[in-house]
């Protein structure tokens, strides 16, 4: 949602902190797992 409002220009980017090795991993995953129109990738 906060992406989208982004990309409409109808919010500023966000910097996000994230500061536990945990969510370093998740955050990472994440990345690495996105498409480019950042859309949820079928169920196989």
Known sequence: MLA???RRK???PLK???DSPI???ATRITL???NP???R???S
Do not use: E, T
């Open 4 to 6: 989208d409002l982004v």
């Open 10 to 12: 109808r919010l500023s």
């Open 16 to 18: 996000v902190y994230v």
């Open 23 to 25: 969510s370093n991993a």
């Open 32 to 34: 690495a797992n996105q």
């Open 37 to 39: 129109a950042g859309c």
């Open 41 to 43: 990738k079928p169920a």
